[in-house]
Nanobody
């Protein structure tokens, strides 16, 4: 059974850091682009970052550029989202999602393009 499990969320003060992990099982990560999305109460789920299947392309939403970094370790079936200099507006439930793609295809930040989703991990930034 295809499954994605996020972890690493928590409560952090402004300016702090968290490393989120997305562990996949039931399929080979090599064939999938992975996206990270987030959703806060009353807002739509937005794309935060994505990494292509081959790891050669990554994108970030403008609000996190320079602060977040995505990385994948296919041998461990894991994708990471390093979040630095966190701000109150980063508070949300963070989800990872998988999208099967061609070998050199770019990733996208459109949630409708992703077939498989995890359950999410809560990130709260507060003093």
């Amino acid at each position: 059974q295809l499954q994605l499990v996020e972890s690493g969320g928590g409560l952090v003060q402004p300016g702090g850091s968290l490393r989120l992990s997305c562990v996949v099982s039931g399929f080979t990560l090599d064939y999938y682009a992975i996206g990270w999305f987030r959703q806060s109460p009353g807002k739509d789920r937005e794309g935060v970052s994505c990494v292509s299947r081959m790891g050669h392309i990554s994108y970030y939403v403008d609000s996190v550029k320079g602060r977040f970094a995505i990385a994948r370790d296919n041998a461990k079936n894991t994708v990471y989202l390093q979040t630095n200099d966190l701000k109150a507006e980063d508070t949300a439930v963070y989800y990872c999602a998988a999208r099967q793609t061609g070998k050199f295809e770019h990733c996208v930040l459109s949630r409708g393009q992703y077939q498989y989703w995890g359950q999410g991990t809560q990130v709260t930034v507060s003093s």
